[in-house]
Every structure is written in C-alpha cells, then in structure tokens.
C-alpha cells in the first residue's frame, strides 16, 4: 500500500526567503506526482504534475522535483510571499491510473 | 474552459439524517470523478471513483454511496449518517484515459455531524 509522506507539517518563513517543502512515498512504482495548494476551508488547486518519466516541472517561482528510485518530490518556492501562505499537498499517480495517494500536507506560512 | 461546481458549501445534519451532495462538471465530456473525503488535520482519502455514467469504485468499506446519473454529475449521499462521516468532501474531475493529467477539485462542502 502506498503511503505518502511530507515533511515538515508546518513552516513558518519570513517573506523573500526561499523554500523547499518534501514529499516521500513509499512504492517507487508511480505514474505521476502532482502538487496542490489549498487556502483554508477552499478546494484543492493544482500547481505542478510531473509524469513519471520526467525530473521535474517550473512554473513561475515554483520548481517540483522527482526522484522515483529514492521515492522524493521536493517543491521548491523561491522568493516567498504572504500570498504563498496555504497548505501544499503532494498525491502520487499510481499505475491503476485511477486514484492518487495524498500527503497530509505542509502548512506554510510566510510572515511579512 | 472546465468548470466544476460543487454544493452545498457547508451542511450541519443530524446524526441518523440523510445526505446528498452534488457535483457538476461543466465544459468537458467523459470525465473521470472522484470524491474524497478530507477528516481535520489529515490528508484527502479517496471513497469513490467513477469512470462512466453508472460505473462506480468503492475504495473503503463505510455507510457512504456513490452515484452517476448523467456523464458530467456524480452525488455522494448516505440513508443514515455517523458521526465520523464529519469532514471535508471534495469531488474532483480528469480527462478520461489520461492518467498524465491534472486533477482539478471543486471548492469543497464542510459537512458537520452532530
């Protein structure tokens, strides 16, 4: 059984720093890794899917890493702001295709 | 552009009471659906999955169903409801056959049991 890890569960920074939020899973044996942001109380918005065969995805200030022999995803936030502020969930993609596995998630916080 | 919509956005009901919530997708055909379940302070547990217009997969045993009317409209609903089945619920949509694509979730009931 897959399980999905993600360190730390909270952090907290001060704006302008730069970041990196982990994510572990167990079963090398994946099909994707995707990376969400959720605000509190608000749904799931995704950022950031990197397919199996790839190492890893930018998008804007965001840059998620993957490292399927070690079983690591990184996301990696460069130059934080307040807005950063929310819960960033990993789900690993696995091969039945059909469900992801989620992370409980890092609370970040970014203080101005 | 896809939109899904999801409601009610918040629900207080009785231990015992039925449930029903609804989820729509709009601007797409075929798509996969998904509710998950989201308890506090823990990460998203997926309960059910559907791949087609009656075609549902229970993914843990609870007094929780699934249905799919129509392509583009999933329902989550329960006879009687416990107090574990507080939480967030979360339905989510995906390209049919496109295991490599995102995942897009609606904006979530809180539901609370008391």
């Known amino acids: 059984k897959q399980e999905v890890t993600q360190i730390p569960a909270a952090l907290s920074v001060p704006e302008g720093e730069n970041l990196v939020l982990n994510c572990s899973f167990t079963?090398?044996?994946?099909?994707?890794l995707q990376w969400f942001r959720q605000d509190p109380g608000k749904g799931l918005t995704s950022l950031l899917l990197i397919q199996s065969s790839q190492r890893e995805q930018t998008s804007g200030r965001l840059n998620a890493s993957l490292d399927k022999s070690s079983g690591r995803s990184t996301l990696y936030i460069a130059a934080s702001q307040p807005g950063d502020s929310a819960t960033y969930l990993c789900a690993v993609g696995e091969t039945s295709g059909s469900r992801l596995t989620f992370g409980e998630g890092t609370q970040l916080t970014v203080n101005p | 552009s896809q939109t899904i919509h999801q409601w009610p956005a918040t629900l207080v009901q009785p231990v015992g009471s039925p449930l029903s919530l609804e989820c729509t997708v709009e601007g797409t055909s075929n798509p996969n659906l998904y509710w998950y379940r989201q308890a506090a302070g823990r990460g998203l547990q997926l309960l059910f999955y559907?791949?087609?217009?009656?075609?549902i997969s229970s993914e843990v045993p609870q007094n929780l169903s699934a249905s799919r009317p129509q392509d583009r409209q999933f329902i989550l609903s329960s006879k009687k409801l416990l107090l574990s089945d507080s939480g967030f619920y979360l339905c989510?949509?995906?390209?049919?056959?496109?295991?490599?694509?995102?995942?897009?979730f609606g904006s979530g009931t809180q539901l609370s049991v008391l």
């Open positions: 559907s791949v087609g217009i009656g075609q």
């Open positions: 989510a949509w995906r390209r049919r056959g496109s295991t490599n694509e995102k995942l897009f």
């Open positions: 079963d090398s044996a994946i099909y994707n």
